[in-house]
Each structure stands twice: as C-alpha cells, then as structure tokens.
C-alpha cells in the first residue's frame, strides 16, 4: 500500500514537471516571439499527451499484465483534463481576452475551436465522475459505458490538433496511429476476449 502511495506522489510530481518547465521558459523569456501562443500550444499538447497515455493504460495493462497499473489511470485522466482546463484558460485569457461572448461565434467560424470544445466537454463528465463516492452512485455498468467517451474526446483532440497544422501533419498523423492502434486494442479484446479461443470467438458465420 505504501508503495502505490508513493508511486502516486511520484507520478503526480512528474506529471506536474511540464507545467513548472514552461512556467521557468515563460518567466526567463526562453519561448520565442510569442510567449502566449507558446502556453497555449503546450498545455494544448500536454493535455492530447496525456489523454493519450490514459487510453492506452488498459492495452498496455493487459498486454504486458501489468495489473498494477490500473491505480494510475484516474491520476493520468485528471491531469489530460486539469492541462485541458489550463489550455481552455490560455486561449480565453489570450486569444479572446477574457470576451466570453465572442466565443459563440469564434466557434462557429473555427472548426478546430468547435472540435477542440467538444474534446474538452467530453472530458468534463469523466473528471466530474472519476471518484469512487460517483462510481458508487452511478453503478460499475453505467460509470463503465460512460467512461468509454474516453475514446471519443482522443478523436476529437487528433482532429482539433490536425484542424489547426497548416502544413506539416506528421505529429497529429502520429497521435492518430497511436490512438487507432489503442482503439484497435480494444474492439480486438471485445471480439476475441482473453481466455476465448479465437475460433469460439470467431465472427465469422458458422456453417
Ligand atoms: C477547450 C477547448 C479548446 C480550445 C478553445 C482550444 C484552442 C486551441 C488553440 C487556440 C490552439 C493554438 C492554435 C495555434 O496557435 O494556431 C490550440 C492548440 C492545440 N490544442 Fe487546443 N483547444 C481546446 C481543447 C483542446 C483539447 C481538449 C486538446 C487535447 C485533447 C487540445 C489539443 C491541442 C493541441 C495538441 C494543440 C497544438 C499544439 C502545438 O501546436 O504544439 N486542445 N488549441
């Protein structure tokens, strides 16, 4: 027990390391022309990182048979949402300097403000019922199916990161790759679950 403990205060340190990085850059002026853009951009892609990460903590659990590591993946899902709530921060706060009543339209006419929205707001009702006292209330059933919008605000974060590169696509194609191969992961495991052999499992037609 003491160990997770400490394991835990280890990667919540770690996960923090980021955010006192780009603080140190911002304040010593190591960021280039545009500091605001460079704390958008980078809790931006702290928090696809760690959204990321959090996906593929049951493929890689289960692959490697590492059980252990099931007691971090609420950890790493309410850090892709405390970076995500920073970036929605950055972008009020330096993009439309605090006017909340332009971003209606600013997410009518930007289609990668629209589907970068929808990712956050997809992870809001995952961070709001990650305790156990609301797994409790909602049910294993109901809290598992809710969780499985995991995988929707992952596609929706590829597709707002992929939205805004004007060119060079290759790292939002990565983050695409990476999450395909974590989503295939899983309907695999769904159509042929651990322990059933592959023929039983089969979706194929019997004769
Ligand atoms: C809450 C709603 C969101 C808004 C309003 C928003 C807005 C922005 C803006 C304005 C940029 C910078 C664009 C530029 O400089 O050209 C950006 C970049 C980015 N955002 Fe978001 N975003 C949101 C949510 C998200 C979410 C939920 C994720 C991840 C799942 C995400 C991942 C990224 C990434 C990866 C970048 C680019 C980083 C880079 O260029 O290195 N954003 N976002």
New binding site residues.
């Given amino acids: 027990m003491k160990d997770v403990r400490f394991s835990k205060f280890l990667l919540f340190i770690n996960a923090l390391v980021p955010l006192g990085l780009m603080l140190w850059d911002v304040y010593h002026r190591r960021v280039g022309a545009n500091p605001l ?1 460079f704390a ?6 702290l ?2 990182v760690f ?1 990321t990460i959090t996906i593929a903590v049951t493929p890689v659990r289960q692959t490697f048979k590492l059980n252990g590591l099931i007691k971090f993946r609420r950890m790493l899902g309410l850090f ?1 949402f405390f ?3 920073l ?2 921060m ?3 706060w330096f ?1 439309r300097f605090f006017n909340l009543r332009s ?1 209606p339209g ?2 009518a006419t ?1 289609p ?2 629209a ?9 809001a009702p995952l961070a709001i019922t990650s305790t156990d006292k609301m797994l409790k209330r909602l049910g294993g059933k109901r809290w598992k199916s809710l969780h499985k919008l995991v995988y929707a ?2 596609v ?3 597709l ?2 992929w939205l ?3 060119s060079d696509i290759r ?2 194609l990565t ?1 695409a790759f990476i999450l395909l191969l974590l989503l295939a992961h899983r309907l695999f495991l769904k159509f042929y679950p651990p322990g059933k052999p592959v023929a039983e499992a089969t979706l194929l037609p019997r004769d």
């Fill in positions: 853009e958008t951009r980078t809790t931006g892609m928090t696809l959204l892709a970076y995500g709530f970036h929605l950055t972008y009020i993009d971003v600013d997410v930007r990668f403000i589907v970068g929205m929808a990712a956050f707001f997809l992870m605000a992952g929706a974060g590829v707002h990161y805004l590169v004007k790292l939002p983050f």
